[in-house]
């Protein structure tokens, strides 16, 4: 990146102290999809940006979508934000599918402390999605100036539902419309009519490269042929740049193939799996183009050496099959994440099936699976489950005026929960006490401040609980279960990341500690036991 030549009005503007603040969430993408965390992906502006900053390998999120964005703009667990699960109301403190009063966003704390506050892209923290709703938590009135984007969790790219401005409900109108470049133009929209007499915090959440796999066929066919070579050898080979890359142990084995995936050479339909990739991929690829287009136009405005950016995925990669089970929700489900027909009036073909080929606008379908497995690599299983292919989290954080060290990895173990304390800190705000009327939680992480100079963090544990898949990290130790009924697995992170070798028979005073640990915070947080309600 290179800085670009400023206007008169730019070389006058007085130099801020504190840092612009810009938060880019990636949906559904795995840990080793992008090019500098190991991946075969196209995303040159991620990469540059991992060099002229810090790429973290140890950051966790909290499995899904929802509670991921409560626990990132809260810094809370989700259940202490009213995020134990989705965005249904469950009548239970932990569970009400809509953010408590009881918590505060990056975006209110900051505003109190004179930012302007944007986003665009995905919200995905109400249960009400209408405007003739009750409006108290969508962005505007939970501490954003200005909202461009989807209300629900996940839609069309060409034609998304509950788009919205502000509190208003509006619908794409060009042809062209591809949402994910919608988000980025609001986003330069934001930088080019901020006033820079005061720092902004901007939270841009796309989508990419959540299903459905929607992208214009141009920027598929960069990508024909290159998955003809399957899901085994493309794990191989993004498990070998990792360990060039730093990114891995080589010690760290990688998993063994998903055993509900055929090897690639006895697969059916090899040209329509390969083709599900290449859309997801093409989709991957037009975020980095966005943030590419973001940073150039901070470079062009003479902020981005004060720019704190960070950028991660709300989980691990997506195995979710789209089938005939899932066509009611889609349509007729209260998050409204599908339409019937395309604006020209095609119906929409719904389902992961050979015969319909992902990505046109009139397809709904996901890459499932065996390209869900790949983009965990090494790890294993993924989005909901709290091994570490749900939980791990490609963090870049990028910030010239701070960061000596640029190209550098850390490895310190950090949460979505840190980035509250994080923006606060470099901020010099007030977290409160108390706001509109109500108590406020103190948030539950740690400023990564310390770790731009590679000093480790004064860390007890981090914890995770979604859908009775559980887990504490503690030091080098990990306890993990899979499933209500599923028992404590044990494993030393520093030897075994992948999670190969269960030791929890052979240090049952380990397992006993941690999971004492791990009820503790269930019960301080507000975490029942799964399921709670009979579904």
């Known amino acids: 990146m290179t800085f670009s030549l400023l206007s008169a009005s730019e070389q006058c503007r007085p130099k801020l102290k504190r840092p612009h603040i810009l938060l880019i969430l990636a949906d559904d993408m795995g840990y080793s ?85 944007y986003m665009c892209g995905k919200w995905h923290l109400t249960k009400y999605l209408n405007p003739d709703q009750p409006q108290l938590n969508w ?9 461009y984007g989807t209300i629900t969790g996940a839609c069309s790219y060409f034609e998304p539902t509950t788009l919205t401005i502000d509190n208003k409900r ?48 141009e920027d598929i066919e ?6 003809d070579i399957g899901w085994d050898k493309l794990r191989q080979e993004r498990y070998k740049r990792m360990i060039e890359l730093g990114i891995i142990d080589p010690k760290w084995k990688l998993t063994t193939r998903d055993s509900r995936v055929p090897p690639w050479e006895e697969a059916p339909h090899k040209e329509w799996q390969a083709r599900r990739m290449e859309v997801y991929a093409a989709q991957a690829e037009q975020m980095d183009k966005g943030v590419g287009q973001i940073i150039k136009e901070l470079e062009k405005k003479g902020e981005l050496e004060n720019t704190l950016i960070f950028f991660l995925s709300d989980n691990g990669g997506c195995a979710e099959e789209i089938t005939e089970s899932w066509f009611n929700w889609l349509l007729h489900g209260q998050d409204q994440v599908a339409r019937e ?23 709904y379908a996901s890459y499932g699976i065996p390209w869900a497995n790949a983009s965990n690599t090494p790890f294993r299983l993924y989005k909901h489950w709290v091994h570490q292919g749900g939980i791990a989290t490609p963090l870049i954080v ?54 731009f100079d590679n000093k480790p963090l004064d860390r007890e544990a981090i914890y995770f609980e979604h859908e009775g898949n559980r887990a504490v990290i503690s030091g080098e130790w990990k306890l993990v279960a899979r499933g209500k009924d599923g028992p404590w697995e044990l494993y030393n992170l520093d030897e075994d990341r992948t999670e190969t070798q269960d030791l929890a028979p052979k240090y049952p005073q380990k397992v006993k500690q941690l999971a004492q640990m791990w009820y503790e915070w269930a019960r301080r947080t507000h975490v029942l036991p799964w399921p709670w309600n009979g579904t």
């Not at 810094?75 to 469950?90: S, V």
């Not at 027909?341 to 397809?363: E, K, L, S, Y």
């Not at 840190?418 to 006490?433: F, H």
């Open 398 to 451: 990028h910030w010239p005026a701070r960061i000596k060290t640029p190209g550098e990895l850390r490895h310190q173990p950090g949460h979505l929960i840190d980035i509250m304390a994080t923006c606060v800190d470099v901020a010099q705000a007030s977290y409160p006490q108390s706001y509109n009327g109500e108590s406020i939680q103190p948030y539950e992480g740690l400023s990564l401040v310390p770790t």
């Open 33 to 117: 999809d992008i090019g500098c965390f190991g991946g075969e992906i196209h995303t040159p502006n991620l990469d540059q940006l991992a060099k002229n900053g810090l790429r973290f390998t140890h950051f966790h999120n909290q499995a899904r979508c929802c509670p991921s964005r409560a626990s990132l703009l809260t810094g809370l667990y989700p259940h202490q934000a009213g995020f134990g699960h989705m965005t249904e109301d469950r009548n239970l403190v932990g569970y009400r599918g809509d953010l408590n009063r009881n918590c505060v966003t990056i975006a209110e704390v900051l505003k109190q402390a004179g930012y302007s506050t």
């Open 222 to 227: 960069k990508y024909k042929g290159r998955y």
């Open 170 to 217: 509006i619908e794409p109108e060009a042809e062209s419309y591809y949402y994910t470049g919608a988000i980025t133009d609001w986003a330069l929209k934001y930088i080019r009519e901020h006033d820079y007499h005061r720092p902004f915090f901007l939270y841009v959440a796309y989508t990419a490269p959540h299903w459905p796999l929607h992208a214009f066929e």
């Open 341 to 363: 027909f395309t604006r020209d009036g095609r119906r929409v073909r719904f389902g992961n099936f050979p015969h319909i080929f992902p990505g046109p606008a009139n397809t």
């Open 139 to 147: 962005p505007k009135q939970r501490g954003f100036d200005r909202f």
